[in-house]
């Protein structure tokens, strides 16, 4: 066994010392109060309600940087070799015809051992049995299983299985569907593998992780807090690595070259940065760290990352061929600028306060430089639209943001290139919503005078004719409206935006936050302050008290942990997307409800231009009338894709393609319609949809559920996703945010905390 070693306890000790020595920002760390009155040096709860010391003992052992002897890899081959792991048990499913292998440890040394293992369900075809004694034969057989068992698998390598969209896999060939659950970047525990893939013939992971609420204890048994950046990332890649090797050694099925990382909301963003960070040795040490298998460090300083199999050595890489992710909250390292903007566009949004108002103002400028300082451009051909309108999509166009209060004066101030990619892109997607409605499966439809149609109206109506009703409202989604599940076992979405696109309106209505609850400011309070609330802060009694605690906080984020990393870089995937050392994906799709207050559509557009520019495949789609973590709709499913980018990527495989929709021939039995008339906004002439800038964001922000533009910065908010501390579960990090309180700080001190 490798030398043990404890995670991040010491990074949080460096990282409080660094802060306290910091005179210049003020308090030192856990001296401004938080939502539970948790002074420095007192105990604070867990999510349990159980005691964390707020002290992290010296005994607390730092940075390990050693060289990995010859004898610490061998163990730790070994005793990740399944062949080895005699508390391993299979199990079979008769009603999905798949075997479950209970979840173990993906690493040698876990700091938290229930939130570090890992799952796998394979589909029954892969495997002729158990072997339970070690002579190679299978012992238990699918057709003799009565209970799980102890043993290894017998793999049948000539077996196939035609996915339902007709992809052809094998054993050596099956994709490897990694689920990165982490939804509101929290802790997940070690859990069984989904059997949901077994009948498309992928291989499916299930896999713990750390999180920001995690706890573990030091030598001298004191809690602390564990599970900051990028500890949460590092166990799912550490999982994939644990699963690459046992297919290496013959322990298990699947493709280590056909890896997709999937997952929505937090787990969406993680799905984001496993391919975004694939294989970049930022991550090392702290794989490293946990007793990883396939990366060790050399006397030199460098890396490894080979394993021994048969006397050969084999590269193994913690990252992944594509990803599908719904709803990726990420990056966040702009997103507070980003969430701002967008909502600052619509001239009719009536912020909570005016604080609000006026700090979205100064987000919207600051987003707008930043912008403007990336040197962003894409070809046209890449994105299909004519970016400079010169009537063709050939050239290589700049992406700026301009400011003009007169031209732009229904955004207030805005437009120029990058937001007419983001237009475009809002017009392409309600183009295909409207195109693909003949997939629409049990929907009621309606005249002009509100009667619903004859089954023979339905079944005669055109593409046009349906797409002009949605325009107009004029029908009631069917209770299944043709969806299929987005991420497999992944929730759903809900209906259309409320309030509608026509009256720009508040977010103060129904408060949809995503799971994380309305309290903020402590690990077992949640994350996300109430889209309700008139009150700008409800930790600081002062903007000044404020802005100092954002000064210390970022200040002690920026020094290092004990890697010497600054934690919020490693979680921004826009910092590896086509930077040396990163083994890009080789495609990438990521689904965004278009009325979703978690994210700003801006921060997928983002990425989306990064990977095509690093020459990565990436599709960006915004669900029209999607809400958070949105489902597959209209014909689309997740093995769809999958098996579309098996076939356009994989020499001999099927060419998949989406099946003919069969439309409606009978109406719904709905008596009243129930959609939303846009057509006064948004037109459908010669198979396109457009409308204009301003009705795109008037859209997009009635349906979101944010009040404060940047997620509710001032309490934390979406900041907690990343970062914790023993004092609080969380710590400011974003410098953007802090430079708007610097540089307006006359005007949002006398706004703050206002009636």
């Not at 048990?89 to 209970?102: A, E, G, L």
């Not at 929290?186 to 992971?205: L, R």
């Not at 409800?538 to 290092?560: L, R």
Request: glycine content about 12%; aromatic content about 10%.
């Amino acid at each position: 066994m490798k030398k043990i070693r404890t995670g991040l306890a010491a990074a949080l000790a460096l990282s409080l010392v660094l802060a306290q020595g910091l005179s210049a920002c003020g308090q030192g760390a856990g001296e401004s109060g938080n939502a539970s009155g948790n002074a420095s040096g007192s105990a604070s709860a867990n999510a349990s309600g159980s005691a964390v010391s707020a002290d992290v003992s010296a005994d607390v052992p730092g940075a390990d940087l050693s060289a990995t002897t010859d004898q610490e890899r061998e163990e730790i081959e070994s005793e990740l070799n399944l062949v080895n792991n005699k508390d391993v048990t299979w199990s079979y499913d008769s009603s999905s015809d798949s075997w479950t292998m209970s979840a173990t440890s993906a690493v040698t040394d876990p700091e938290v051992p229930d939130h570090q293992g890992v799952s796998v369900n394979t589909p029954g075809a892969y495997v002729k049995g158990i072997d339970t004694d070690g002579d190679g034969t299978a012992d238990v057989t699918a057709s003799s299983y009565t209970d799980a068992v102890n043993g290894t698998l017998v793999i049948d390598k000539d077996a196939k299985v035609t996915s339902e969209n007709g992809q052809v896999y094998t054993a050596s060939t099956a994709p490897v569907v990694i689920n990165t659950g982490a939804m509101g970047y929290n802790a997940q525990k070690n859990k069984a593998a989904s059997t949901s893939n077994a009948k498309n013939g992928y291989i499916n992971v299930a896999c713990g992780n750390r999180g920001k609420h995690s706890t573990a204890q030091d030598a001298s048994g004191n809690s602390y807090y564990t599970g900051d950046s990028p500890l949460c990332l590092v166990d799912q890649k550490n999982a994939i690595r644990f699963v690459k090797y046992n297919i290496l050694l013959g322990n298990l099925p699947g493709s280590t070259d056909y890896f997709v990382s999937t997952g929505g909301s937090g787990g969406g963003a993680h799905a984001t940065m496993v391919a975004a960070t694939s294989n970049n040795p930022d991550f090392y040490d702290y794989e490293i760290e946990a007793g990883a298998v396939g990366v060790y460090r050399n006397e030199d300083g460098s890396y490894d990352t080979t394993v021994s199999v048969d006397g050969k050595e084999e590269s193994i890489s913690d990252g992944v061929w594509g990803c599908i992710a719904y709803s990726a909250i990420t990056p966040l390292a702009e997103g507070d600028m980003a969430m701002a903007f967008e909502y600052y566009m619509d001239t009719d949004y009536s912020f909570n306060t005016d604080f609000q108002k006026e700090l979205a103002k100064q987000l919207a400028s600051e987003y707008m430089d930043y912008i403007n300082n990336q040197d962003l451009s894409v070809e046209e051909s890449a994105v299909g639209y004519d970016l400079n309108g010169d009537g063709d999509t050939d050239d290589n166009v700049a992406l700026t943001i301009e400011y003009d209060e007169d031209q732009y004066a229904d955004t207030n101030g805005y437009g120029g290139t990058y937001l007419a990619l983001y237009l475009d892109k809002f017009e392409d997607n309600l183009t295909w919503y409207l195109d693909n409605l003949d997939y629409a499966e049990g929907w009621t439809w309606f005249d002009e005078d509100g009667n619903a149609l004859s089954d023979e109206e339905v079944a005669n109506m055109s593409t046009d004719d349906k797409a002009q009703a949605f325009l107009e409202g004029r029908y009631t989604k069917g209770t299944s409206s043709g969806d299929a599940m987005g991420m497999p076992g992944g929730p759903g979405a809900g209906g259309p935006p409320a309030g509608g696109p026509s009256g720009g309106g508040s977010a103060s209505g129904d408060t949809v936050t995503s799971g994380m609850g309305k309290a903020v400011g402590t690990p077992d309070a949640g994350t996300t302050q109430s889209s309700s609330s008139g009150t700008d802060s409800s930790n600081y009694s002062s903007f000044d008290e404020m802005v100092e605690a954002y000064q210390q906080d970022i200040s002690s984020v920026e020094a290092g942990d004990k890697y010497g990393n600054n934690i919020v870089d490693l979680y921004n995937p826009l910092n590896y997307i086509g930077a040396e050392g990163t083994d890009g994906p080789v495609w990438t799709r990521i689904m965004m409800g278009a009325s979703e207050g978690d994210m700003s559509l801006f921060d997928s557009m983002n990425l989306q231009i990064a990977w095509l520019n690093a020459g990565t495949d990436a599709v960006v789609q915004w669900q029209w009338d999607g809400h958070h973590v949105p489902s597959e709709i209209l014909g689309e499913s997740f093995s769809l894709y999958l098996d579309e980018m098996y076939g356009k990527y994989v020499d001999g495989a099927l060419q998949v393609s989406k099946p003919a929709a069969e439309p409606q021939t009978q109406n719904g039995d709905e008596t009243e319609e129930s959609g939303t008339d846009i057509s006064s906004w948004a037109s459908y002439q010669d198979g396109k949809a457009s409308f204009s800038l301003a009705d795109a964001v008037a859209y997009r922000v009635a349906g979101a559920s944010k009040a404060i533009p940047g997620f509710d910065v001032m309490d934390y908010g979406q900041e907690t996703y990343e970062f914790g501390s023993p004092y609080k579960d969380a710590r400011h990090f974003d410098k953007y945010v802090l430079q708007a309180f610097q540089e307006d700080k006359d005007a949002l001190s006398e706004l703050f905390n206002k009636e």
